[in-house]
């Protein structure tokens, strides 16, 4: 290796070498300040000037989505330049000053579980961006993230892509393709391995990332239920939220279906945790729950008055109820009114009418008074709002803390988050808690997207949501929501008490 590369690049040492070539710290001998940099050399495998044609043109492709990628976050290395020379080619990349995930541990020991979930809760987002430019990355591992000094953040190094085009070979129909899988052993989930890596594949791998930092185990050390197919790692912690290990859990589940299907969807999964850890859970802090601004920037927002039409009440009753509390018997129905416009058939209507619940439930109008409350406590008169004392919580936080616990499949506990009356409605629940679980789970996740504070009593309050429902069908739904929440001083919780689509 020439001391200075393409006549520009000192190179002052070597950081590391893999399958594809080696890694160098250099200097640019071409900038007055002399900046440092980082040079990944890549070599392709195979040996053929009609195949070296196509790994350049891929190189050249890969190389302007890390520009475009390294420009657009700032916890992914800026791409400097590209180049080729004596039939290899090189990236020059942004240096982070930092260290590896792998050296950390290394020298500090396995993390805490509050340092665990801040690299989690800042890498999500950049996972979250990168797979909105339709990448994924493929090489999530503890080498692979480097946590920089200055700011503490999370970098994702050495994306995937670069080094598959090396692997570019002609198959036997003469086509172009890759005759390598890019990702780490244990790191990797097995529709990786098998070639198809899908979004969530990358959250299989923060996963398991996340659990070497907390168990000090690489995949590799850890057993797997020869029942499930599940991997065995909660007992080498001696000591872990369940909240956090129902995160993690979800993640690496072995089947893409099970797992999270979004960056954003685990990490509002973590955020009700960190704000619970870090934060007075009496302060309203639903802005941890707004969607991230990639999410917030093509949403609409909640409509500010809602005059549905009688057939759209028809709908929003029964859909307001359904998601609320779940209606096994009526699913059929919500798998259609998720998928078709608001325009359903009067045939669908009628099926619909026939599962309405009582009109006493659901269609009061929301100035009206609210009766059969489980507190009997006489309601405040609409014209005056009584501050809540100090210590009781938010309403609108009762939202994220309903679905935080749908999410994690604490079904027991969300279901005790309805009002008896709501639970004990025998068209939304026919077989009680059975029913609700039932519906519950068919929902892969419900991500909150907007809570606002529409009306705050003492006994009664409204907020409007805005949900997206992901489903394990694959189905997504957006849902415009306002629930009536009754205080219960019992239990010092707002409850459900009813839910009307807008
Ligand atoms: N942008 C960067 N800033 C600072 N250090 C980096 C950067 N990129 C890589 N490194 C350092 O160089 C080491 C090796 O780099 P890298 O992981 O890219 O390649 P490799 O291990 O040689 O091969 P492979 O690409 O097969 O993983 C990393 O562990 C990291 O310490």
Same mark, same amino acid.
Do not use: R
């Given at each position: 290796m020439p001391p200075i590369l393409n006549n520009r690049y000192q190179i002052s040492r070597t950081l590391g070498s893999g399958g594809f070539g080696e890694t160098f710290l250099a200097e640019d001998t071409h900038l007055p300040s002399q900046r440092r940099c980082v040079i990944k050399q890549l070599k392709p495998i195979a040996n053929n000037p009609q195949i070296y044609e196509i790994v350049k043109d891929r190189f050249q492709r890969e190389a302007a989505i890390l520009e475009e990628l390294g420009s657009g976050h700032n916890q992914i290395p800026s791409l400097y330049a590209y180049f080729e020379l004596d039939t290899q080619f090189y990236l020059v990349q942004e240096l982070i000053e930092g260290v590896t995930l792998t050296s950390k541990m290394q020298e500090e020991g396995i993390l805490s579980e509050s340092s665990?979930?801040?690299i989690l809760t800042n890498l999500l987002p950049v996972l979250d961006y990168i797979h909105s430019k339709g990448i994924i990355h493929r090489d999530i591992k503890p080498d692979n993230i480097m946590l920089r000094y200055s700011d503490h953040l999370p970098v994702l190094i050495d994306f995937g892509a670069v080094r598959e085009t090396m692997g570019t070979i002609v198959n036997s129909q003469g086509n172009p393709t890759s005759s390598i899988v890019i990702?780490?052993?244990g790191f990797m989930p097995s529709e990786q391995a098998a070639g198809r890596p899908v979004y969530s594949s990358d *959250? +299989?791998?923060?996963? *398991?990332?996340?659990i070497y930092l907390l168990t000090g185990k690489t995949p590799e050390q850890l057993e797997t239920d020869s029942r499930t197919g599940e991997i065995i790692w909660r007992k080498h912690i001696s000591q872990i939220s369940p909240s956090l290990a129902m995160v993690l859990e979800k993640a690496i589940m072995s089947h893409p279906r099970d797992r999270y299907s979004t960056a954003m969807a685990m990490l509002q999964a973590l955020?009700? *945790?960190?704000?619970t850890i870090t934060s007075n859970p009496s302060s309203s802090k639903t802005t941890v729950v707004s969607p991230p601004p990639v999410v917030a920037s093509s949403a609409q927002t909640i409509p500010s008055t809602s005059s549905p039409s009688n057939q759209n009440n028809t709908k929003t009753i029964i859909l307001g109820s359904f998601i609320v509390g779940g209606l096994i018997s009526a699913s059929v129905v919500f798998g259609m009114i998720m998928t078709r416009s608001p325009?359903?058939?009067s045939e669908n209507t009628a099926t619909q009418q026939a599962l309405l619940p009582s009109p006493s439930v659901t269609t009061q109008p929301?100035?009206?008074?609210i009766e059969n409350t489980v507190n009997?406590?006489?309601s405040p008169s609409p014209s005056i709002t009584p501050q809540p004392p100090e210590n009781k919580p938010s309403p609108k936080q009762a939202i994220p803390d309903y679905y935080s616990l749908i999410n994690n499949?604490? +079904?027991?506990?969300?279901?005790?988050?309805l009002s008896p009356q709501f639970r004990n409605n025998s068209q939304l629940h026919p077989n009680g808690y059975i029913s609700y679980v039932d519906w519950w789970q068919r929902v892969n996740f419900v991500e909150i997207q907007e809570v606002r504070m529409v009306e705050e009593g003492a006994e009664v309050a409204r907020v409007e949501t805005r949900l997206k429902y992901l489903m394990k069908s694959g189905r997504e739904a957006s849902h415009y929501l306002r629930f009536r929440l009754v205080w219960d001083a019992e239990t010092n919780n707002w409850l459900i008490d009813d839910a009307k689509s807008l």
């Open positions: 665990v979930k801040e990702g780490t052993p *959250l +299989y791998s923060l996963g *398991l990332t996340a955020q009700p *945790l960190a704000q325009e359903s058939s929301i100035e009206s008074p009997p406590s006489p499949a604490q +079904y027991e506990t969300s279901w005790k988050h």
